[in-house]
């Protein structure tokens, strides 16, 4: 039934081009139009992306675990060499060897020979160089945290938390423009029947004021009536150029939402629902799904995780060390080419600081928590009045259906009796203006309801099952030809 009705309205909104001079447009269903905006929106593009910044920022927080690595190397330049200056002992070795020979522990005869022997040694230079001025090398060092406090946990939690939320604010940014495209492709076709209505009573009034023209010259209406006619024919261009413009409009601000592609015609017309669930259902659903308290839900996690790190801070921090160097340009050979160690490090006082900023935490967790009631209720009244709303523009349906068999009925009437000379024009051409405005009316309800529906699937967190709505046995149809 829908299909054979879609396809009617495409035929219908066709021919209505081809009569009008403009060239048929390609027909666009609610589905594509949905399907177009999850796909070329740059606002979902954009919380794409953010998901993924927030996956990279949850992969950097595991690498808080793994060993750090690094690669040094350097070149020095000193103004000298490093070393020490024996020389001055030279004088107390020459004093020595005379002490030994005057005190007769060695023979007078052996000490040319022993000074011989010590000529060479003492003349030279005593300057004993441990570095050379010039040096570099080439190493690294490695550290691994074997025991942070738990900041390394918590900030791996936070990051996963951060992923979360962003993935959550998508979910809602992707419930939004879905309810935007609603409103944006019904308010479309909305506008293109409100025209059509516009046409029917320009045509209408236009011929009415050419029967007048002919009774007022063959002296059959007195020239008020026509003037009358005449000021309702300006009426009705003005009403007709106000819902073209219209239409410009909210076709501009489709192909917005649509991320910038051709709008085209809508096809699918808007419907009523003869029966809808309970509102508990909703509330439920909202309780489970919703985006906001999700999010609030996240937030109060990431206060809590706040709270970890800042006790953290009293904890001691352990890391494990090690360093070596496998490229030595002159390094001297004293120096050690490796080396491993643990380090630790307690903070015993730092003004109190830690103690303000844990005390802080704990007061941001009972603010989170604070919002996160208040949320839960905030997003329980405006599911209700989203439902309410709904009913409302149902059983307002039921009243302006009413109505509108009323007024066909007495248009059909004052054309009876305009024929027959009983009734004069005006009663005629109001009864046409007033038939026109009652079919608007509806239209406007329809467009209400399913906007209204929209709203509260989003605020039930399901706003991707608007489609399944459209598409049920007990969705009834509405157009401005009924």
């Known amino acids: 039934m829908n299909r054979r009705v879609t396809l009617a309205a495409a035929l219908l909104l066709g021919s209505a081009a081809a009569l009008h001079g403009q060239p048929a447009e390609r027909a666009l269903t609610l589905d594509e139009a949905i399907a177009a905006t999850l796909t070329e929106n740059a606002a979902l593009q954009a919380a794409d992306h953010a998901l993924r910044a927030a ?124 309810t935007e495209t609603v409103e944006r492709y019904y308010g479309l076709a909305l506008a293109l029947q409100v025209v059509e209505v516009r046409r029917q009573v320009v045509e209408g009034v236009r011929s009415h004021l050419k029967d007048a023209v002919e009774l007022e010259s063959n002296g059959m209406i007195p020239r008020s009536e026509r003037l009358y006619v005449e000021v309702k024919m300006a009426e009705a261009e003005r009403a007709l150029e106000e819902a073209e413009l219209q239409v410009e409009t909210i076709e501009a601000a ?146 302006i259906e009413r109505s509108l068999d009323f007024a066909t009925e007495y248009l059909r009437m004052k054309e ?15 009864a046409e203006l007033d038939l026109a405005a009652i079919r608007t009316e509806r239209l406007e309800a329809a467009y209400r309801f399913d906007l209204a529906l929209a709203q509260l699937l989003e605020a039930a967190g399901i706003s991707e099952a608007y489609t399944a709505y459209l598409h049920r046995d007990d969705a009834r149809l509405i157009r401005f030809d009924k």
Do not use: C
């Open 254 to 399: 489709l192909e917005n939402t649509l991320g910038g592609g051709r709008a085209g015609r809508p096809v699918s017309a808007m419907f009523l629902l003869d029966s809808i669930e309970p509102l508990d259902r909703y509330r439920q659903l909202a309780g489970q799904r919703s985006p906001l308290l999700r999010q609030v839900a996240l937030k109060r996690q990431l206060a809590d995780v706040g709270v970890r790190v800042k006790r953290a801070e009293f904890l001691p921090q352990v890391v494990a060390m090690a360093g070596g160097s496998f490229y030595n340009y002159q390094v001297s050979g004293i120096v050690p080419r490796w080396a491993v160690g643990i380090g630790l490090r307690i903070r015993l006082f730092d003004g109190l600081r830690r103690e303000r900023d844990y005390a802080a935490a704990r007061q941001t967790v009972r603010e989170v928590e604070a919002l996160e009631r208040q949320a839960a209720t905030g997003i329980g009244v405006l599911v209700e009045q989203r439902y309410n709303s709904l009913l409302s523009y149902r059983y307002r349906m039921t009243s």
């Open 55 to 178: 996956a990279e920022r949850r992969r950097a927080a595991a690498g808080l675990r793994l060993p750090q690595l690094s690669l040094t190397g350097a070149y020095t330049y000193l103004d000298k060499d490093i070393g020490i200056d024996l020389n001055r002992a030279k004088s107390a070795v020459h004093r020595f060897s005379g002490d030994l020979a005057a005190s007769g522990i060695l023979a007078p005869g052996l000490l040319p020979t022993i000074q011989g022997l010590l000529s060479p040694i003492l003349e030279a230079d005593w300057n004993l160089k441990l570095q050379d001025r010039s040096l570099g090398f080439v190493g690294g060092e490695a550290t691994l945290p074997i025991w942070m406090g738990g900041r390394i946990n918590a900030a791996n939690r936070a990051a996963r938390i951060d992923e979360e939320s962003v993935r959550t604010a998508g979910d809602g940014t992707r419930n939004g423009l879905i």
């Open 416 to 430: 009876i009796a305009f024929r027959e000379g009983i009734a004069p024009s005006s009663e005629l051409i109001d």
